[in-house]
Protein backbone atom coordinates (compact mmCIF):
# COMPACT_ATOMS: atom_id res chain seq x y z
CA UNK A 1 0.00 0.00 0.00
CA UNK A 2 2.74 2.39 0.84
CA UNK A 3 4.53 1.80 -2.06
CA UNK A 4 1.73 2.04 -4.41
CA UNK A 5 1.30 5.39 -3.03
CA UNK A 6 4.61 6.59 -3.58
CA UNK A 7 4.32 5.53 -7.34
CA UNK A 8 0.83 6.74 -7.70
CA UNK A 9 2.48 9.96 -6.41
CA UNK A 10 5.29 10.26 -8.88
CA UNK A 11 3.95 9.44 -11.70
CA UNK A 12 0.91 11.88 -10.98
CA UNK A 13 4.21 14.25 -10.45
CA UNK A 14 5.72 13.64 -13.87
CA UNK A 15 2.49 13.99 -15.90
CA UNK A 16 1.43 17.46 -14.10
CA UNK A 17 4.89 18.99 -15.61
CA UNK A 18 4.81 16.54 -19.17
CA UNK A 19 0.95 17.21 -19.81
CA UNK A 20 0.02 20.31 -21.54
CA UNK A 21 -3.67 21.52 -21.29
CA UNK A 22 -5.47 21.73 -24.91
CA UNK A 23 -7.35 24.42 -23.54
CA UNK A 24 -6.71 27.65 -25.65
CA UNK A 25 -4.94 30.26 -23.12
CA UNK A 26 -6.46 33.03 -24.14
CA UNK A 27 -9.95 31.42 -22.76
CA UNK A 28 -9.07 29.89 -19.73
CA UNK A 29 -7.45 30.85 -16.47
CA UNK A 30 -5.37 28.76 -14.27
CA UNK A 31 -5.99 27.90 -10.42
CA UNK A 32 -2.74 27.00 -8.99
CA UNK A 33 -2.70 28.85 -5.32
CA UNK A 34 -5.30 26.14 -4.15
CA UNK A 35 -5.12 24.38 -0.99
CA UNK A 36 -3.34 21.11 0.36
CA UNK A 37 -5.98 20.45 3.63
CA UNK A 38 -5.17 17.35 6.29
CA UNK A 39 -6.05 13.51 4.93
CA UNK A 40 -9.49 12.67 5.68
CA UNK A 41 -8.12 8.78 6.21
CA UNK A 42 -5.31 10.18 8.67
CA UNK A 43 -8.58 11.83 10.47
CA UNK A 44 -10.61 8.68 10.65
CA UNK A 45 -7.95 6.78 12.97
CA UNK A 46 -7.36 9.94 15.07
CA UNK A 47 -3.63 10.39 13.27
CA UNK A 48 -3.94 13.93 11.33
CA UNK A 49 -2.37 17.03 13.17
CA UNK A 50 -6.18 18.63 12.62
CA UNK A 51 -9.24 16.31 13.28
CA UNK A 52 -11.26 19.66 13.05
CA UNK A 53 -10.54 21.19 9.22
CA UNK A 54 -12.43 22.13 6.13
CA UNK A 55 -10.59 23.26 3.06
CA UNK A 56 -11.88 26.02 1.19
CA UNK A 57 -10.28 24.93 -2.20
CA UNK A 58 -8.20 21.77 -2.99
CA UNK A 59 -5.63 21.15 -5.76
CA UNK A 60 -5.71 18.23 -8.25
CA UNK A 61 -3.53 16.14 -5.92
CA UNK A 62 -2.23 16.67 -2.58
CA UNK A 63 0.49 14.15 -0.68
CA UNK A 64 0.29 14.04 3.12
CA UNK A 65 3.67 12.38 5.72
CA UNK A 66 2.53 12.38 8.65
CA UNK A 67 5.61 12.23 11.96
CA UNK A 68 4.31 11.24 15.92
CA UNK A 69 7.45 12.52 17.08
CA UNK A 70 6.06 10.47 20.50
CA UNK A 71 6.21 7.14 19.12
CA UNK A 72 8.99 5.74 16.71
CA UNK A 73 9.13 6.47 12.85
CA UNK A 74 10.24 9.41 10.76
CA UNK A 75 7.81 10.30 8.36
CA UNK A 76 6.59 6.49 7.85
CA UNK A 77 2.92 7.85 7.61
CA UNK A 78 1.58 8.45 4.08
CA UNK A 79 -1.37 9.66 2.09
CA UNK A 80 -2.84 11.15 -0.99
CA UNK A 81 -5.92 13.06 -1.75
CA UNK A 82 -7.20 13.28 -5.09
CA UNK A 83 -9.78 15.73 -6.69
CA UNK A 84 -11.44 13.69 -9.50
CA UNK A 85 -12.62 17.12 -11.26
CA UNK A 86 -9.32 18.41 -12.21
CA UNK A 87 -8.57 15.07 -14.04
CA UNK A 88 -10.95 15.54 -16.93
CA UNK A 89 -11.94 18.90 -19.30
CA UNK A 90 -15.02 20.77 -18.11
CA UNK A 91 -16.11 22.70 -21.21
CA UNK A 92 -19.46 23.51 -19.74
CA UNK A 93 -18.06 24.64 -16.67
CA UNK A 94 -17.10 28.75 -16.88
CA UNK A 95 -15.57 30.93 -14.25
CA UNK A 96 -19.22 31.62 -12.51
CA UNK A 97 -20.59 28.41 -12.59
CA UNK A 98 -17.43 27.13 -11.06
CA UNK A 99 -17.66 29.92 -8.11
CA UNK A 100 -21.25 28.96 -8.18
CA UNK A 101 -22.88 31.97 -9.02
CA UNK A 102 -24.81 33.49 -12.37
CA UNK A 103 -24.73 37.11 -14.16
CA UNK A 104 -27.93 37.73 -11.77
CA UNK A 105 -24.88 37.34 -8.82
CA UNK A 106 -27.30 34.30 -7.31
CA UNK A 107 -25.94 31.90 -5.55
CA UNK A 108 -26.35 27.87 -5.86
CA UNK A 109 -24.75 26.83 -2.57
CA UNK A 110 -24.10 23.54 -3.61
CA UNK A 111 -21.36 24.19 -6.25
CA UNK A 112 -18.46 22.80 -4.32
CA UNK A 113 -20.21 19.03 -4.52
CA UNK A 114 -18.33 18.52 -7.79
CA UNK A 115 -14.89 19.48 -6.06
CA UNK A 116 -15.11 16.03 -3.89
CA UNK A 117 -11.69 14.50 -3.17
CA UNK A 118 -11.39 10.53 -2.53
CA UNK A 119 -8.06 9.74 -0.57
CA UNK A 120 -6.31 6.77 0.96
CA UNK A 121 -3.47 6.58 3.50
CA UNK A 122 -0.68 3.81 4.87
CA UNK A 123 -0.55 3.97 8.77
CA UNK A 124 1.78 1.62 10.54
CA UNK A 125 1.04 1.50 14.40
CA UNK A 126 3.99 1.18 16.86
CA UNK A 127 1.93 -2.33 17.89
CA UNK A 128 3.09 -3.52 14.42
CA UNK A 129 -0.81 -2.73 12.80
CA UNK A 130 -0.81 -1.79 9.34
CA UNK A 131 -3.46 0.54 8.31
CA UNK A 132 -4.67 0.74 5.03
CA UNK A 133 -7.65 3.84 4.82
CA UNK A 134 -9.85 4.59 2.55
CA UNK A 135 -11.62 8.43 2.78
CA UNK A 136 -13.67 10.84 0.47
CA UNK A 137 -15.00 14.22 1.70
CA UNK A 138 -17.38 17.34 -0.27
CA UNK A 139 -18.67 20.71 0.85
CA UNK A 140 -22.12 20.12 0.57
CA UNK A 141 -22.83 23.81 1.58
CA UNK A 142 -21.65 26.66 1.06
CA UNK A 143 -22.74 30.83 1.30
CA UNK A 144 -20.59 33.45 0.07
CA UNK A 145 -20.78 37.07 1.26
CA UNK A 146 -22.72 39.34 -1.25
CA UNK A 147 -19.23 41.44 -1.19
CA UNK A 148 -17.65 38.85 -2.56
CA UNK A 149 -20.20 38.11 -4.93
CA UNK A 150 -19.82 41.44 -5.81
CA UNK A 151 -15.94 41.41 -6.45
CA UNK A 152 -15.88 37.86 -8.29
CA UNK A 153 -17.95 39.54 -10.88
CA UNK A 154 -16.63 42.60 -11.20
CA UNK A 155 -13.16 40.57 -11.71
CA UNK A 156 -15.04 38.06 -14.28
CA UNK A 157 -15.99 40.86 -16.32
CA UNK A 158 -12.72 42.39 -16.74
CA UNK A 159 -11.06 39.09 -18.13
CA UNK A 160 -14.22 39.33 -20.31
CA UNK A 161 -13.04 42.71 -21.67
CA UNK A 162 -9.60 41.47 -21.66
CA UNK A 163 -10.94 38.26 -23.95
CA UNK A 164 -12.38 40.94 -26.45
CA UNK A 165 -9.57 42.74 -27.09
CA UNK A 166 -7.59 39.38 -27.67
CA UNK A 167 -9.81 38.73 -30.05
CA UNK A 168 -9.03 41.73 -31.74
CA UNK A 169 -5.72 41.51 -31.94
CA UNK A 170 -6.27 37.86 -33.30
CA UNK A 171 -8.49 39.18 -36.34
CA UNK A 172 -5.57 41.92 -36.77
CA UNK A 173 -3.20 39.29 -36.92
CA UNK A 174 -5.33 36.98 -39.37
CA UNK A 175 -6.17 39.29 -41.44
CA UNK A 176 -2.45 40.06 -42.56
CA UNK A 177 -1.57 36.21 -41.70
CA UNK A 178 -3.67 33.65 -43.13
CA UNK A 179 -3.49 30.72 -41.16
CA UNK A 180 -1.89 27.67 -43.44
CA UNK A 181 -4.55 25.27 -45.05
CA UNK A 182 -3.40 21.31 -44.78
CA UNK A 183 -3.80 20.82 -48.66
CA UNK A 184 -0.95 23.37 -49.17
CA UNK A 185 1.75 21.13 -47.41
CA UNK A 186 2.75 17.42 -49.07
CA UNK A 187 2.74 15.84 -45.69
CA UNK A 188 0.65 15.98 -42.37
CA UNK A 189 3.78 16.27 -40.55
CA UNK A 190 4.81 19.36 -42.88
CA UNK A 191 1.23 20.48 -41.90
CA UNK A 192 1.51 20.25 -38.28
CA UNK A 193 4.44 22.16 -37.99
CA UNK A 194 3.69 24.86 -39.56
CA UNK A 195 0.19 25.07 -37.93
CA UNK A 196 2.55 24.90 -34.47
CA UNK A 197 4.89 27.73 -35.83
CA UNK A 198 1.92 30.06 -36.95
CA UNK A 199 0.04 29.13 -33.17
CA UNK A 200 3.16 30.33 -31.60
CA UNK A 201 3.82 33.41 -33.52
CA UNK A 202 -0.07 34.73 -33.15
CA UNK A 203 0.35 34.00 -29.38
CA UNK A 204 3.58 36.49 -29.31
CA UNK A 205 1.73 39.10 -31.96
CA UNK A 206 -1.66 38.74 -29.22
CA UNK A 207 0.75 39.28 -25.98
CA UNK A 208 2.50 42.60 -28.03
CA UNK A 209 -0.37 43.63 -28.79
CA UNK A 210 -2.26 43.35 -25.59
CA UNK A 211 0.28 45.15 -23.67
CA UNK A 212 0.54 48.34 -26.11
CA UNK A 213 -3.12 48.53 -25.27
CA UNK A 214 -2.24 48.72 -21.63
CA UNK A 215 -4.23 45.23 -21.13
CA UNK A 216 -2.77 43.15 -17.74
CA UNK A 217 -4.24 39.53 -18.04
CA UNK A 218 -1.53 38.66 -14.87
CA UNK A 219 -2.68 40.67 -12.98
CA UNK A 220 -7.20 40.18 -12.77
CA UNK A 221 -6.33 36.46 -13.42
CA UNK A 222 -4.69 36.69 -9.70
CA UNK A 223 -7.45 38.84 -8.59
CA UNK A 224 -9.95 36.48 -9.76
CA UNK A 225 -7.97 33.54 -7.61
CA UNK A 226 -7.37 35.66 -4.49
CA UNK A 227 -11.72 36.40 -4.51
CA UNK A 228 -11.86 32.27 -4.93
CA UNK A 229 -9.33 31.47 -2.09
CA UNK A 230 -11.72 33.76 0.56
CA UNK A 231 -13.29 31.88 3.07
CA UNK A 232 -16.89 31.73 2.42
CA UNK A 233 -19.72 33.57 5.43
CA UNK A 234 -20.62 29.69 6.20
CA UNK A 235 -20.04 26.33 5.03
CA UNK A 236 -20.63 22.52 5.79
CA UNK A 237 -18.52 19.48 4.71
CA UNK A 238 -19.22 16.09 4.78
CA UNK A 239 -16.73 13.21 4.97
CA UNK A 240 -16.81 9.30 4.96
CA UNK A 241 -13.81 7.03 5.71
CA UNK A 242 -13.07 3.54 5.97
CA UNK A 243 -10.23 1.46 7.37
CA UNK A 244 -8.40 -2.34 7.23
CA UNK A 245 -6.11 -3.65 9.29
CA UNK A 246 -3.05 -5.93 8.90
CA UNK A 247 -0.47 -7.64 10.94
CA UNK A 248 2.94 -7.89 10.84
CA UNK A 249 2.47 -7.37 6.98
CA UNK A 250 1.08 -10.28 6.74
CA UNK A 251 -2.07 -10.24 4.20
CA UNK A 252 -4.36 -13.35 5.65
CA UNK A 253 -4.01 -11.54 8.87
CA UNK A 254 -6.52 -8.77 8.49
CA UNK A 255 -9.68 -7.83 8.99
CA UNK A 256 -12.29 -4.72 9.50
CA UNK A 257 -10.96 -2.18 11.41
CA UNK A 258 -13.11 1.21 11.91
CA UNK A 259 -15.35 3.08 9.62
CA UNK A 260 -16.10 6.94 10.79
CA UNK A 261 -18.83 9.63 8.60
CA UNK A 262 -18.77 13.11 10.23
CA UNK A 263 -19.47 16.53 9.43
CA UNK A 264 -17.97 20.13 9.97
CA UNK A 265 -19.57 23.41 9.72
CA UNK A 266 -17.33 26.40 9.46
CA UNK A 267 -17.81 29.71 10.23
CA UNK A 268 -15.54 32.83 8.89
CA UNK A 269 -15.27 35.96 10.10
CA UNK A 270 -12.69 38.87 8.39
CA UNK A 271 -10.72 40.42 10.84
CA UNK A 272 -9.91 43.77 9.20
CA UNK A 273 -12.72 45.78 8.09
CA UNK A 274 -11.80 46.04 4.63
CA UNK A 275 -12.98 42.70 4.26
CA UNK A 276 -10.20 41.91 1.51
CA UNK A 277 -7.26 40.48 3.15
CA UNK A 278 -6.62 36.73 4.03
CA UNK A 279 -7.20 37.09 8.06
CA UNK A 280 -9.93 35.72 9.49
CA UNK A 281 -11.18 34.09 12.85
CA UNK A 282 -12.62 31.06 12.09
CA UNK A 283 -15.08 28.69 14.29
CA UNK A 284 -15.75 24.95 13.76
CA UNK A 285 -18.51 22.79 14.83
CA UNK A 286 -17.96 19.02 14.83
CA UNK A 287 -19.78 16.19 14.54
CA UNK A 288 -18.78 12.41 13.83
CA UNK A 289 -19.96 8.74 14.06
CA UNK A 290 -17.76 5.33 14.41
CA UNK A 291 -18.00 2.33 13.96
CA UNK A 292 -14.80 -0.06 15.35
CA UNK A 293 -14.07 -3.76 15.28
CA UNK A 294 -10.93 -4.90 16.97
CA UNK A 295 -11.31 -8.59 15.75
CA UNK A 296 -7.84 -9.51 14.34
CA UNK A 297 -5.77 -7.89 17.44
CA UNK A 298 -4.62 -10.49 20.01
CA UNK A 299 -6.57 -10.49 23.26
CA UNK A 300 -9.05 -8.02 21.91
CA UNK A 301 -13.06 -8.07 22.45
CA UNK A 302 -14.95 -9.00 19.01
CA UNK A 303 -18.07 -7.29 19.75
CA UNK A 304 -17.86 -3.77 17.60
CA UNK A 305 -17.37 -0.47 19.14
CA UNK A 306 -20.23 2.73 18.65
CA UNK A 307 -18.71 5.97 19.18
CA UNK A 308 -19.54 9.96 18.92
CA UNK A 309 -17.74 12.64 18.74
CA UNK A 310 -18.80 16.14 19.40
CA UNK A 311 -16.04 19.13 19.34
CA UNK A 312 -15.75 22.76 18.42
CA UNK A 313 -12.60 24.43 17.31
CA UNK A 314 -11.66 28.10 17.39
CA UNK A 315 -8.39 29.17 14.85
CA UNK A 316 -7.26 32.43 13.90
CA UNK A 317 -5.89 32.61 10.37
CA UNK A 318 -2.99 35.32 8.64
CA UNK A 319 -2.20 34.76 5.53
CA UNK A 320 -0.13 31.86 5.31
CA UNK A 321 -0.27 30.79 9.33
CA UNK A 322 -3.05 29.92 10.94
CA UNK A 323 -3.11 28.36 14.83
CA UNK A 324 -6.38 26.99 16.76
CA UNK A 325 -7.28 24.95 19.90
CA UNK A 326 -9.85 22.26 18.96
CA UNK A 327 -11.90 20.21 21.78
CA UNK A 328 -13.35 16.98 20.93
CA UNK A 329 -15.60 14.71 23.41
CA UNK A 330 -15.97 11.02 22.34
CA UNK A 331 -19.06 9.35 24.22
CA UNK A 332 -20.51 5.88 23.69
CA UNK A 333 -18.69 2.40 23.61
CA UNK A 334 -15.80 4.51 23.45
CA UNK A 335 -14.58 7.49 25.50
CA UNK A 336 -12.46 10.15 26.28
CA UNK A 337 -11.73 13.64 25.04
CA UNK A 338 -9.20 15.21 22.60
CA UNK A 339 -8.09 18.70 23.55
CA UNK A 340 -5.03 19.64 21.16
CA UNK A 341 -3.82 23.36 19.96
CA UNK A 342 -2.77 23.12 16.42
CA UNK A 343 -0.26 25.39 14.08
CA UNK A 344 -0.49 25.38 10.03
CA UNK A 345 2.36 27.46 8.47
CA UNK A 346 2.52 27.81 4.05
CA UNK A 347 6.18 27.25 3.59
CA UNK A 348 6.20 27.75 0.05
CA UNK A 349 3.21 27.93 -3.12
CA UNK A 350 3.55 23.72 -2.78
CA UNK A 351 4.16 22.62 0.71
CA UNK A 352 2.43 23.07 3.99
CA UNK A 353 3.26 22.17 7.55
CA UNK A 354 1.22 21.41 9.97
CA UNK A 355 1.92 20.35 14.18
CA UNK A 356 -0.38 19.60 16.83
CA UNK A 357 0.06 18.94 20.55
CA UNK A 358 -1.62 17.71 23.49
CA UNK A 359 -4.27 15.07 24.97
CA UNK A 360 -5.82 12.36 22.30
CA UNK A 361 -8.57 9.99 22.68
CA UNK A 362 -9.07 7.43 25.26
CA UNK A 363 -6.04 7.75 27.82
CA UNK A 364 -5.55 10.35 30.12
CA UNK A 365 -2.13 10.37 29.41
CA UNK A 366 -2.20 9.77 25.99
CA UNK A 367 -0.37 12.75 24.93
CA UNK A 368 0.03 13.59 20.83
CA UNK A 369 2.82 15.52 19.00
CA UNK A 370 2.19 15.30 15.41
CA UNK A 371 3.75 16.80 12.52
CA UNK A 372 3.08 16.98 9.39
CA UNK A 373 4.08 18.04 5.98
CA UNK A 374 1.41 18.21 3.04
CA UNK A 375 2.57 18.51 -0.83
CA UNK A 376 0.05 20.00 -3.52
CA UNK A 377 0.66 19.20 -7.04
CA UNK A 378 -1.52 21.10 -9.50
CA UNK A 379 -2.58 19.29 -13.05
CA UNK A 380 -2.53 21.43 -16.54
CA UNK A 381 -6.65 20.90 -16.57
CA UNK A 382 -6.66 22.59 -13.57
CA UNK A 383 -8.03 25.95 -14.85
CA UNK A 384 -11.51 27.33 -15.36
CA UNK A 385 -12.87 28.62 -18.60
CA UNK A 386 -14.13 32.22 -19.49
CA UNK A 387 -16.50 32.02 -22.35
CA UNK A 388 -15.84 34.84 -25.27
CA UNK A 389 -18.27 37.79 -25.24
CA UNK A 390 -19.49 37.61 -28.49
CA UNK A 391 -20.61 33.94 -27.21
Not at 147 to 165: A, C, G, P
Not at 171 to 179: A, F, M
Not at 230 to 240: E, N, S
Amino acid sequence: MRYFIVVLSICFSVLSFSQNSSDDSNSSVSLLDMEVPDNPAFILLDKAPQTIQRPNSTRALGVSLLHDIVNEGTLNNMAIEVTPFWMTKHPNITALKFYGIDKDLKQNPFSKLKLAAVSMAYIKDSDSIINASFGVRATVFELKRKSDVKDYYKSYSKIENILFSGLDCIDEYGNTNPEPEEEDYDTTELYAAALQAYRLARTAYVQTCEQNKGVDRDTYSNEMQDIINRKPAIAVDLAAAYNHRFIDDAFDSNGFGRFGVWSTTAVSLFLDKDQTSNNYVNIYGFLRYLHEKNDIVPGASLDPYNAFDLGIKGEVEFDKLSVGYEYINRSGDLEGYRSAGTIRYQVMDNIFITGSFGNNFEKQDDVISLFGIQWGFNHPLQSIGIPSPTN
